[in-house]
Nanobody
Framework: QVQPVESGGGLVQPGGSLRLSCATSLSIFSIKSMGWYRQAPGKERELVADITGGITSSSTNYADSVKGRFTISKDTAKKTAYLQMNNLKPEDTALYFC??????????WGQGTQVTVSP
């Protein structure tokens, strides 16, 4: 099972927080990047944040719409990436997908976890 497994979605009020997790079974040494994308109904899938680099270093990239509110991180020992989402807004409502890219440029997508921000 090489498909990453997401968890942590749910229903939250505006201004609330959620933390998403993405666990992979791949060797941490084979991974080039891990990232989060989202897709709202009727819209295209878009990048939320990604993190690249090896065990000792990494770089992050964020969509402008989430900068200052979301933080992506990884735990190499657990082979898991996290997306901490604070100050959530209704427009953050979407199905969130984890994407793992290997050094050989194979791409693996998770099945998605729903995030709903509503009063």
């Amino acid at each position: 099972q090489v498909q990453p497994v997401e968890s942590g979605g749910g229903l939250v009020q505006p201004g609330g927080s959620l933390r998403l997790s993405c666990a992979t079974s791949l060797s941490i040494f084979s991974i080039k990047s891990m990232g989060w994308y989202r897709q709202a109904p009727g819209k295209e899938r878009e990048l939320v944040a990604d993190i690249t680099g090896g065990i000792t270093s990494s770089s992050t990239n964020y969509a402008d719409s989430v900068k200052g509110r979301f933080t992506i991180s990884k735990d190499t020992a657990k082979k898991t990436a996290y997306l901490q989402m604070n100050n959530l807004k209704p427009e953050d409502t979407a199905l969130y997908f984890c994407k793992v890219v290997t050094l050989a440029n194979f791409v693996y997508w998770g099945q998605g976890t729903q995030v709903t921000v509503s009063p």
